[in-house]
């Protein structure tokens, strides 16, 4: 996916150090993930990352059928951001790739750890420095990027255990944080692009 986000546009240096800059001095914090936005010309690349918990509902590797099928749900969400990310028509906006993974420990990490002997017997228990993230990177082309004055976020909808997204997006016309709410889930972006 990166290959085809970069064959898309290139974001430019000072987006990429911004990015890379935000995403070393995050914390963990459930309940909170971070939608990174960055925009060149008619081009917006967006990264979405939400801890485990949120999205599923816990963070150790998935286990059982039930745990499997909640992250194979919650990956074809994340990979479908038309149902996630409501822009504005007039701004003629087209999702042109998508992708969605989850970081962290999967049962097979967890399976070949229990053979490693009794003295990571403990290290290994369910939560146990266990953080798994869900990590999704969008491609879109505006026609009219002008006209592109707000994102409304039906994300909080899909996933009811996320409280919020810190939202960090840069442009030619500079950077801007925000932080959107299950109450406040409208992201403002007139003159900001």
Request: with cysteine; aromatic share 6%.
């Amino acid at each position: 996916m990166r290959f085809t986000v970069l064959s898309v546009f290139a974001i430019s240096a000072a987006g990429a150090a911004l990015a890379q800059d935000m995403h070393q001095h995050e914390a963990h914090v459930h309940g909170t993930g971070a939608l990174d936005i960055a925009v060149e010309g008619k081009n917006i690349l967006m990264e979405l990352r939400a801890p485990g918990a949120d999205i599923v509902g816990f963070e150790h590797p998935a286990r059982d059928v039930e745990d499997k099928a909640a992250v194979a749900l919650a990956l074809n969400l994340l990979s479908n951001p038309g149902d996630l990310f409501v822009l504005d028509v007039a701004a003629g906006c087209d999702f042109v790739a998508a992708e969605a993974e989850l970081h962290g420990k999967t049962s097979e990490d967890d399976a070949h750890d229990e053979g490693e002997g009794e003295e990571n017997e403990h290290a290994h228990e369910e939560g146990a420095g266990e953080h798994s993230e869900f990590h999704a990177e969008y491609v879109l082309i505006c026609e009219r990027i002008d006209r592109l004055e707000t994102v409304s976020l039906n994300y909080f909808k899909a996933f009811e255990r996320a409280q919020a997204l810190e939202v960090q997006a840069i442009s030619d016309k500079g950077s801007f944080g925000a932080e959107l709410t299950r109450d406040a889930p409208v992201l403002k972006l007139e003159g900001r692009i």
